[in-house]
């Protein structure tokens, strides 16, 4: 993983799966709020904190119910006596990992996850290589419904080692794999260890929850990460950096437009929208209506038939091109996104015969940032004056269908994320 992962994060589907019978498999991809730059200072405290505000300003009941909260600085090294427990770190998070963060999660109808490393590389954590069952064993007890295990310089075989004693200690526990580039992974990807564990790759051609998240990283994200998701078992290229730039040692670095292009990008190929962003900060308000607008989470992103979307037409967005990305969702819909890497305002075109699979003639068509109906679109759409680093987002039914947000799995419909311009 690129920069230090540290998250607070929100994920879907482990109730699912548990309905499920333990399968392993994730029937969603999930959203995860993560922690930014600031992470050192957070404790019981914040994260309480967090879960709080983001029950109260709907990102909850957006993303659905099984909203997972963990974070990074929650242990203090390894006891020296056999069996060779973590200490957790009790001066920041007094009441323990299970009382004060699992436990308040699953109050508030969330669930908790935990960030854990393993191999020999450098982490902001207690390397769980050689105490595997140890450790997962602590997990499952405290009731953490999902690790997320970071490796630099790991191998294979440490992954599968921590994999397998986690799936032995909780037939439901879920797995997040952050698999840099730089690790030893190589083509061990989703379809290679997720059937057996269960979970999400995180894929991370560029910075992953780090400072040097620009719009640039995220060009070279949206060239690099296609076709890559197993249904079932998702990947996530990398974790989002959406506080406002203004907020001093947050690491956001993205514009509103900027930051509302991410959401959709991750939205339109059935990715895990990973995102750092303070709920308790009122400047990040406007950022926070994006992770509200249920037509885009819910009605793209976490839509039933978990079909990762792809580049319909134009070129690489690092070259500041136009490009169009389509996803085939529920009802023989489509959500469409229409997106412009270059530097000014752009008219964007697309054909519906360009459409993967078999595409209709004419759509109704309806803006899901903006909430406006569009009538019936015959043939294509030309998105007009879309901003610089923008993106203009479209739901196609076919005409007989109800136009509006659905919802793919529950979840309340919470309008919101309109599109901004700067």
């Given at each position: 993983?690129?920069?230090?992962?540290?998250?607070?994060?929100?994920?879907?589907?482990?109730?699912?799966?548990?309905?499920?019978?333990?399968?392993?498999?994730?029937?969603?991809?999930?959203?995860?709020?993560?922690?930014?730059?600031?992470?050192?200072?957070?404790?019981?405290?914040?994260?309480?904190?967090?879960?709080?505000?983001?029950?109260?300003?709907?990102?909850?009941?957006?993303?659905?119910?099984?909203?997972?909260?963990?974070?990074?600085?929650?242990?203090?090294?390894?006891?020296?006596?056999?069996?060779?427990?973590?200490?957790?770190?009790?001066?920041?998070?007094?009441?323990?990992?299970?009382?004060?963060?699992?436990?308040?999660?699953?109050?508030?109808?969330?669930?908790?996850?935990?960030?854990?490393?393993?191999?020999?590389?450098?982490?902001?954590?207690?390397?769980?290589?050689?105490?595997?069952?140890?450790?997962?064993?602590?997990?499952?007890?405290?009731?953490?419904?999902?690790?997320?295990?970071?490796?630099?310089?790991?191998?294979?075989?440490?992954?599968?080692?921590?994999?397998?004693?986690?799936?032995?200690?909780?037939?439901?526990?879920?797995?997040?794999?952050?698999?840099?580039?730089?690790?030893?992974?190589?083509?061990?990807?989703?379809?290679?260890?997720?059937?057996?564990?269960?979970?999400?790759?995180?894929?991370?051609?560029?910075?992953?929850?780090?400072?040097?998240?620009?719009?640039?990283?995220?060009?070279?994200?949206?060239?690099?990460?296609?076709?890559?998701?197993?249904?079932?078992?998702?990947?996530?290229?990398?974790?989002?950096?959406?506080?406002?730039?203004?907020?001093?040692?947050?690491?956001?670095?993205?514009?509103?437009?900027?930051?509302?292009?991410?959401?959709?990008?991750?939205?339109?190929?059935?990715?895990?929208?990973?995102?750092?962003?303070?709920?308790?900060?009122?400047?990040?308000?406007?950022?926070?209506?994006?992770?509200?607008?249920?037509?885009?989470?819910?009605?793209?992103?976490?839509?039933?038939?978990?079909?990762?979307?792809?580049?319909?037409?134009?070129?690489?967005?690092?070259?500041?091109?136009?490009?169009?990305?389509?996803?085939p969702v529920s009802g023989g819909s489509y959500c469409v996104a229409f997106f412009n890497c270059s530097g000014s305002t752009a008219n964007i075109s697309a054909t519906w015969s360009s459409l993967p699979g078999s595409p209709l003639s004419s759509y109704t068509g309806r803006d899901i940032i903006n909430h406006t109906n569009l009538g019936t679109l015959t043939s294509g759409y030309t998105a007009s004056s879309v901003p610089s680093h923008g993106v203009t987002m479209l739901k196609l039914s076919p005409s007989s269908?109800?136009?509006?947000?659905?919802?793919?799995?529950?979840?309340?419909?919470?309008?919101?994320?309109?599109?901004?311009?700067?």
């Amino acid at each position: 993983m690129k920069g230090i992962l540290v998250i607070v994060a929100l994920f879907l589907a482990p109730s699912l799966l548990k309905a499920q019978g333990g399968s392993g498999l994730e029937p969603y991809p999930y959203g995860g709020q993560g922690n930014n730059l600031n992470y050192l200072s957070f404790t019981e405290t914040t994260i309480r904190a967090y879960i709080d505000a983001d029950v109260s300003n709907g990102v909850v009941s957006t993303f659905g119910s099984t909203f997972n909260f963990g974070t990074v600085n929650w242990e203090n090294g390894r006891s020296g006596t056999s069996p060779y427990h973590i200490i957790q770190n009790t001066a920041d998070y007094p009441d323990g990992y299970k009382a004060g963060i699992c436990d308040y999660a699953h109050s508030n109808g969330a669930e908790c996850w935990i960030y854990d490393c393993i191999g020999s590389g450098s982490c902001p954590s207690v390397s769980s290589t050689g105490y595997e069952s140890v450790d997962c064993g602590d997990f499952a007890s405290w009731g953490v419904d999902r690790v997320y295990i970071d490796g630099p310089n790991a191998t294979q075989a440490n992954f599968d080692a921590l994999m397998s004693a986690c799936r032995a200690a909780s037939s439901t526990m879920l797995m997040t794999v952050s698999t840099d580039a730089s690790g030893g992974l190589g083509s061990y990807g989703p379809s290679g260890w997720c059937p057996t564990y269960g979970g999400t790759e995180v894929y991370t051609p560029g910075p992953d929850y780090s400072a040097d998240y620009t719009f640039s990283s995220l060009a070279t994200l949206m060239d690099a990460v296609t076709g890559v998701t197993t249904t079932g078992c998702w990947t996530q290229p990398g974790g989002l950096m959406l506080d406002d730039p203004s907020i001093s040692g947050a690491g956001g670095h993205l514009s509103l437009t900027e930051a509302q292009t991410a959401v959709a990008w991750q939205a339109i190929i059935a990715s895990p929208i990973g995102f750092a962003i303070d709920p308790t900060n009122g400047t990040n308000s406007s950022r926070i209506a994006f992770l509200t607008n249920a037509e885009v989470i819910q009605g793209c992103d976490l839509d039933a038939l978990g079909v990762q979307g792809s580049r319909i037409s134009g070129g690489a967005c690092v070259g500041g091109n136009t490009n169009v990305w389509a996803k085939p969702v529920s009802g023989g819909s489509y959500c469409v996104a229409f997106f412009n890497c270059s530097g000014s305002t752009a008219n964007i075109s697309a054909t519906w015969s360009s459409l993967p699979g078999s595409p209709l003639s004419s759509y109704t068509g309806r803006d899901i940032i903006n909430h406006t109906n569009l009538g019936t679109l015959t043939s294509g759409y030309t998105a007009s004056s879309v901003p610089s680093h923008g993106v203009t987002m479209l739901k196609l039914s076919p005409s007989s269908s109800p136009s509006g947000p659905a919802s793919a799995r529950g979840g309340s419909a919470v309008s919101g994320g309109n599109a901004v311009s700067e």
